[in-house]
Nanobody
Framework: VQLVESGGGSVQAGGSLTLSCAASGFTMSAACMGWFRQAPGKEREGVGNIDVDGSTTYTDSVEGRFTISRDNAKNTLYLQMNNLEIEDTAMYYC????????????????WGQGTQVTVSS
């Protein structure tokens, strides 16, 4: 199982970026997948996730600005980020949950290496 993120970079506030997470070794559409981020000095936090049925949920701070999608043919997860804010600066990771997104017992069993997003004023 391998997850490889790409697409990070530097952007001005108000700009957009799209992150990708390419999966290998498993079928991404059969798993709950999530995007997470970790800013310097802070704990890793969930950004949002997409379940096997395609349903998505987001943390409040990105709701309406970020969109998670999945290309089953490419086995790739995406995070479209619009109207970026300085507070969005962080290392972004994709991860695979051990069961359905809504299962409170679900943990994580695979992580990518991360891709840096830096938003400046």
């Amino acid at each position: 199982v391998q997850l490889v993120e790409s697409g990070g970079g530097s952007v001005q506030a108000g700009g957009s970026l799209t992150l990708s997470c390419a999966a290998s070794g498993f079928t991404m559409s059969a798993a709950c997948m999530g995007w997470f981020r970790q800013a310097p000095g802070k704990e890793r936090e969930g950004v949002g996730n997409i379940d096997v049925d395609g349903s998505t949920t987001y943390t409040d701070s990105v709701e309406g600005r970020f969109t998670i999608s999945r290309d089953n043919a490419k086995n790739t997860l995406y995070l479209q980020m619009n109207n970026l804010e300085i507070e969005d600066t962080a290392m972004y990771y994709c991860g695979r949950f051990t069961s359905r997104c809504a299962d409170p017992r679900s943990g994580m069993d695979a992580w990518g290496q991360g891709t840096q997003v830096t938003v400046s004023s």
